[in-house]
């Protein structure tokens, strides 16, 4: 599924470099249910953004997990720290565009907060998170993923956790944490996962990440850094049919936000 035009950043010597856009895979060190690593989300991410032409860099593994707080191995850096180092992520970048891969739910919202202060300084700067649909978290979905990606990971005490809508249950979680309201920190139901079905829904989220990169505005010549031409690519990020979207806007129909 990688890319050959893939080329890894820190694998490059600065005198290699070259491409106009970097890809930032945003992921997540928590807690996935008995049977998924804790760095599922990192995982994921890694693989779509290795599917793109583009310099790629190496993955941020700490996001906003708070939700997950009480379960063993689970690191968070929290929403603000996270804004912060999205920011100075961009702002130090030499290349004239940048754009977020990102596969955990509980980043969006910061997400969203970083590009929209990046581009009110004039960056060409996008976000990007699967609608893989299905269970919210450490469920059938995110289980065939891993299936497909890394099987030798996945365990086998594949337990049901709490299967009810997530929107029913966005109040609690939000107050009071995943294992408030699911004790093995699933949210959905792993069985009947596969690694067939987590191919098909790679192959899907892949198909629709490349056509997000080719519909972004090409870089505004030398002057795409700064100024008023680096604004040039915030006119195409603008509505649901046909364009990019910004970053967390309406979590990409809610799903961004759900998928905890």
Same mark, same amino acid.
């Given at each position: ?41 990192t995982i994921i991410a890694t693989a779509l953004a290795a599917s793109l032409d ?18 063993a191995g689970t690191l968070s850096i929290g929403r603000e720290a996270l804004i ?53 978290? $450490?469920?059938?979905? #995110?289980?065939?993923?891993?299936? =497909?990606?890394? @099987?030798?990971?996945? %365990? +086998? !005490?594949?337990?049901? &956790?709490n299967t009810e809508p997530l929107a029913a249950l966005m109040t609690r979680l ?29 192959? $899907?989220?892949?198909? #629709?990440?490349?056509?997000?990169? =080719?519909?972004? @505005?090409?870089?505004? %010549? +030398? !002057?795409?850094?700064? &100024? ?33």
């Amino acid at each position: 599924m990688a890319s050959p035009g893939a080329s890894a950043l820190d694998e490059s010597t600065t005198l290699e470099l070259s491409g106009d856009l970097l890809v930032i895979p945003l992921g997540a060190t928590e807690q996935h249910g008995p049977h998924l690593p804790l760095g599922t989300d990192t995982i994921i991410a890694t693989a779509l953004a290795a599917s793109l032409d583009a310099v790629v860099a190496p993955a941020l593994p700490f996001g906003s997990s708070g939700e997950h707080a009480g379960f063993a191995g689970t690191l968070s850096i929290g929403r603000e720290a996270l804004i912060r180092v999205l920011v100075e992520l961009v702002r130090s970048s030499s290349l004239p565009r940048t754009l977020f891969v990102n596969a955990h739910g509980g980043n969006a919202e910061p997400l969203a907060a970083a590009v929209r202060q990046l581009r009110d300084e004039g960056h060409a700067v996008w976000a990007w998170t699967p609608a893989f649909g299905g269970d919210a978290h $450490a469920g059938r979905v #995110e289980t065939s993923l891993l299936l =497909a990606l890394a @099987p030798a990971l996945v %365990g +086998e !005490a594949r337990e049901p &956790g709490n299967t009810e809508p997530l929107a029913a249950l966005m109040t609690r979680l939000r107050a009071e944490g995943v294992r408030a309201v699911a004790p093995n920190g699933v949210l959905g139901d792993p069985r009947g996962a596969s690694a067939e079905e987590g191919r098909a829904l790679l192959a $899907a989220a892949t198909a #629709e990440l490349r056509a997000f990169v =080719a519909r972004l @505005p090409e870089p505004a %010549g +030398e !002057a795409a850094r700064g &100024g008023e031409a680096a604004r040039g690519g915030e006119a195409a990020p603008a509505t649901r049919d046909g364009d990019p979207l910004p970053a967390g806007e309406a979590a990409r129909g809610g799903e961004a936000a759900a998928r905890a």
